[in-house]
């Protein structure tokens, strides 16, 4: 198997409308602590940018990071309307306590009962939640049996792709 130059994820990077209720979200519910937040003036794409970037550590060192811009219409041209999708999401890695720790913390906070739930995927069980921002965020506790899982996956991912741009659609997850 191929390894990867890159040795972590670093952070990823969203939009947001409201610093607060994404911090107050982030780190007084799910508990991942504001590490940096930069107040910044920078010329970017052809204009004066001025912005606010939060970053929300995560235990390996990687992190969240949000931006909210002073200006409205910077707001609007690097934040446009997503149509919500299940497809579209981060999911980190926790373990079953974790887990079950951020399904406390969400109930005991009252957030968004109606929009969060759990899918048994068989390879992995994930807890979904949508973040202050409208994006789905997932909590996956990988099941036992998880590196056969990988090292299956990992030696038929170049046929398994190349069969289903094919139009062989038949499903490998035997897990479920």
């Known amino acids: 198997m191929k390894t990867s130059l890159a040795h972590r994820l ?38 004066e940018r001025v912005y606010c970037h939060t970053f929300f550590g995560l235990a390996d060192g990687s992190a969240l990071a949000f931006f909210q811009f002073a200006n409205q219409e910077d707001q609007d041209l690097f934040d446009p309307e997503l149509l919500p999708s299940p497809f579209r999401h981060i999911a980190l890695k926790v373990d079953a306590e ?55 996956r990992a030696a038929d991912a170049h046929e398994t792709l190349k069969n289903w741009l094919a139009g062989n659609h038949t499903s490998n997850n035997t897990y479920r």
């Open 10 to 47: 670093h952070h990823t990077a969203y939009v947001t409308k409201d610093q607060e209720a994404t911090r107050a979200f982030y780190e007084d519910i799910l508990g991942f602590p504001l590490m940096a937040t930069w107040s910044e003036t920078d010329e970017l794409f052809g204009a």
């Open 98 to 152: 974790g887990q079950a720790e951020l399904e406390r913390r969400l109930n005991d906070a009252g957030w968004k009962p109606e929009g969060t739930y759990v899918l048994e995927h068989g390879y992995c069980r994930s807890l979904y939640t949508e973040d202050p921002n409208g994006m789905l965020i997932e909590f996956t506790v990988d099941v036992d049996e998880v590196d056969q899982i990988a090292v299956d």
